[in-house]
């Protein structure tokens, strides 16, 4: 019976991880750093290594992908140089000083993320170009890739709580 509460207080984390990497927290890292606390309560059973390889190469491609999802489809809107960078720096800042955009702690950072990202790019372009209908087009590609990196990575989340609850339970 104490293992079933143990496999649900490692789904409930699980499910934490899943929501955090959604509003662009750590959550991967909270996945992977569950797994290493339930193992090392357990006492590392055998055959531990290579599922915590695996959720650490989830956690690395998860990061990446998030990450170079704007820098992607910058490019691919015919974005000069600059301006995927402009839109991931314009993604850092936005969640930072554009947070008050919509009052809810958390909903007000992802949309001041994008609403940055869309600015940093278009602002870049725009000063590159000196044509408002590229950096507007760019920024929303910029924007775009930002939402598809995001929801990659919570796909990334999902397939590693998936994976670390189904180990457990067979295990």
């Given amino acids: 019976m104490s293992e079933w509460l143990w496999i649900a207080g490692l789904s409930l984390s699980c499910l934490l991880g899943t929501a955090l990497t959604a509003v662009r927290l750590p959550g991967t890292w909270w996945i992977l750093a569950t797994a ?9 059973p055998g055959g531990y290594a290579w599922p915590l390889g695996l959720l650490a190469a989830a956690a690395v491609i998860g990061e990446i992908v998030e990450l170079i999802g704007s820098l992607i489809l910058t490019k691919r809107a015919g974005a000069s140089r600059y301006a995927g960078w402009g839109g ?10 554009l ?4 009052p809810i702690p958390i ?3 992802v949309v001041g993320a994008l609403a940055g990202c869309f600015l940093g790019a278009a602002i870049v372009e725009f000063q590159a170009r000196r044509r408002l209908d590229q950096g ?9 890739g930002f939402v598809l990196g995001m929801a990659t990575k919570v796909a990334v989340a999902m397939g590693m709580s998936t ?9």
């Fill in 36 to 44: 290493v606390g339930f193992l090392w309560w357990t006492g590392f």
């Fill in 107 to 109: 909903v007000g950072t």
């Fill in 99 to 102: 947070s008050f955009l919509v």
């Fill in 163 to 171: 994976g670390l609850i189904g180990w457990v339970v067979t295990r």
């Fill in 88 to 97: 991931m720096l314009g993604g850092l800042l936005g969640a930072i000083f």
């Fill in 136 to 144: 507007t087009r760019v920024g929303f590609f910029a924007a775009l």
